[in-house]
């Protein structure tokens, strides 16, 4: 029953996301703004959490899923942290935000890498590890090359130290 419930919460939270894709996709008609996308994340953590409080072996595949976004994210608050920046003050200093800049603000390009890195590379890895082909501590060298392109794409750092093409 408990899982009848995480599917239909995850396909309720699928359609209502991809129904405002339509006047999301860059160029976007409508802006969710930090207030959609932070709902949108807590609920996609809510699932994952109660996901993973039911099913345990699952802990490790859903952080992978979502390792994009928690290694961009962690980096850009170690780096503001280390330089002394206020973490509560808004920025744009993520590493997608970097990408986005050097890619002539090409929302598109950026997003549908990070897409097809979800699909291709951190899906298969997370299916294999939650369903036992893999041992858990295989989420290294899953999440390694993510690490990799946030450095790369410079998360946290300065504006002015945008990577050249």
Not at 39 to 65: D, E, H, R, Y
Not at 76 to 93: D, Q, S
Not at 132 to 140: D, E, S
Not at 151 to 159: D, E, I
Request: charged share 10%; aromatic share 12%; hydrophobic share 50%.
């Amino acid at each position: 029953e408990a899982d009848r419930t995480n599917i239909f919460l995850a396909a309720a939270l699928g359609a209502s996301v991809l129904g405002s894709l339509a006047f999301n996709f860059p160029p976007a008609r409508v802006f969710m703004g930090d207030c959609g996308s932070g709902m949108i994340g807590m609920s996609i953590a809510a699932l994952c959490v109660k996901s993973a409080i039911q099913n345990p072996q699952f802990i490790i595949p859903l952080l992978l899923l979502q390792s994009i976004f928690l290694s961009d994210s962690l980096i850009t608050l170690l780096r503001r942290l280390v330089r002394g920046e206020p973490i509560y003050k808004a920025h744009n200093l993520h590493g997608y935000q970097h990408a986005i800049r050097l890619y002539d603000g090409s929302h598109l390009l950026v997003s549908g890498g990070l897409f097809l890195i979800g699909l291709f590379w951190l899906m298969p890895w997370s299916i294999a590890i939650g369903s036992n082909y893999l041992p858990v501590w295989t989420f290294i060298p899953a999440v390694f090359p993510i690490v990799w392109l946030c450095l790369r794409y410079g998360s946290g750092r300065p504006k002015e130290l945008d990577i050249a093409e």
